[in-house]
């Protein structure tokens, strides 16, 4: 079966444009000029394995489809494609669980390639491996059906990107996780991002603080993310 997308940018000759370059490329489209519409197609159950979001648009704007989107516990990898360019926009997205985030002056070769990695990563991680429903690590608990994370029994309201990461590293509690692999759960191997061949780590610090932030909302004595400068984060062994 073809990878379906659905796509939603209230400008209808672009939508059109991209949606036709999409369905040349092999995708199944179903394309929306507003967030409404979008959201009432995937609530109801219709197949999806990848959003592409406008940020301005009318009536909802697309950081408020993605919040509705993850508020469902829908776990399907979300690219912003917007003319806004600002850093403040881009951490905004990733931090409301977007994958990406990508200028739409960008050529559609481009966006393609990223595409695919992040399908092709959505497919190969799963997240870390635990056969159980629930992960519990000292006053951590994680419930992987639904992706609710604990902290001294007390909700912490992590986004699905911030779940998976917190998962990642309890699984590994007490060994360095590197940028990397971290970046990678995000976005899928080999994919780079930021200004440089190591720009990816800003988006992982980003990440991690606003990780860090939640859990001292709810403890202000929280300390079990340690960092490894130059290289990583982990979860420490003793939480």
Not at 201 to 224: G, L, Y
């Amino acid at each position: 079966m073809a990878t379906a997308v659905v796509l939603v940018d209230d400008d209808d000759l672009f939508r059109e444009s991209l949606g036709r370059n999409l369905a040349d490329a092999g995708y199944d489209v179903r394309d929306f000029g507003r967030g409404t519409a979008a959201l009432d197609h995937l609530l109801s159950g219709a197949a999806a394995n990848l959003v592409i979001l406008d940020w301005k648009m009318p009536e909802m704007n697309g950081i408020e489809v993605l919040k509705r989107i993850r508020a469902a516990c829908l776990d399907v990898p979300a690219i912003f494609l917007t003319a806004l360019t600002d850093q403040i926009y881009e951490e905004a997205a990733l931090a409301t669980g977007a994958v990406d985030f990508v200028e739409k002056s960008r050529s559609f070769s481009i966006l393609e390639k990223r595409i695919g990695l992040i399908l092709e990563g959505a497919k190969a991680r799963g997240g870390p491996v635990n056969d159980s429903e629930t992960v519990i690590l000292g006053e951590l608990t994680l419930k992987l059906k639904t992706s609710r994370a604990t902290w001294l029994e007390r909700p912490v309201e992590l986004t699905l990107t911030e779940f998976k990461i917190v998962h990642l590293m309890a699984a590994k509690a007490g060994e360095d996780v590197s940028y990397r692999e971290i970046y990678d759960l995000v976005h899928g191997a080999g994919f780079l991002a930021g200004a440089g061949p190591e720009g990816f780590r800003a988006n992982v610090r980003t990440f991690v603080k606003r990780i860090r932030q939640k859990f001292r909302d709810v403890d202000s004595d929280f300390d079990q993310i340690g960092n490894y400068a130059g290289f990583g984060y982990r979860w420490k062994a003793d939480a």
